[in-house]
């Protein structure tokens, strides 16, 4: 019977090499661009803060694995939350370091390779209470 034997190594190892194929797929890093992602600075009303431009338009460069780059654009359809520093004043943000730290971005082991515009300027306030 070597030729029964034989004939099941030979499926078992197709599958085994299938199985790898179509995980190497998925582990692939890819490049994607994303034009008019809306970049959610909101209104920080919990602890008394605005912010001014409360949401931006960018266009981001993501690199990742296949499967985290369709997370992050499912995602970022209803806006992208960033978190703002709590800061008084007109600061100049770092949009590329805001998405960076983003959850959606952190946690799906993806990079973010440009964001544009590089910067905004935004008015930050504290609300009197």
């Given at each position: 019977m070597p030729v029964v034997e034989d004939w099941r190594t030979y499926v078992m190892v197709?599958?085994?090499?299938?199985?790898?194929?179509?995980?190497?797929?998925?582990?692939?890093?890819?490049?994607?661009?994303l034009d008019n992602v809306r970049i959610d600075m909101g209104t920080m009303t919990e602890a008394g803060w605005t912010v001014e431009p409360s949401e931006i338009r960018a266009r981001v460069t993501i690199d990742g694995a296949g499967p985290a780059l369709k997370d992050f654009e499912s995602v970022v359809r209803n806006g992208l939350p960033v978190d703002i520093p709590e800061v008084v004043g007109e600061p100049t943000l770092d949009l590329r370091r805001l998405v960076e730290d983003t959850d959606e971005v952190r946690t799906q082991g993806l990079r973010v390779v440009s964001v544009e515009p590089r910067a905004v300027a935004v008015k930050i306030r504290q609300m009197d209470k």
């Open positions: 197709s599958v085994i090499a299938l199985l790898i194929w179509v995980w190497a797929a998925t582990e692939t890093r890819q490049t994607r661009t």
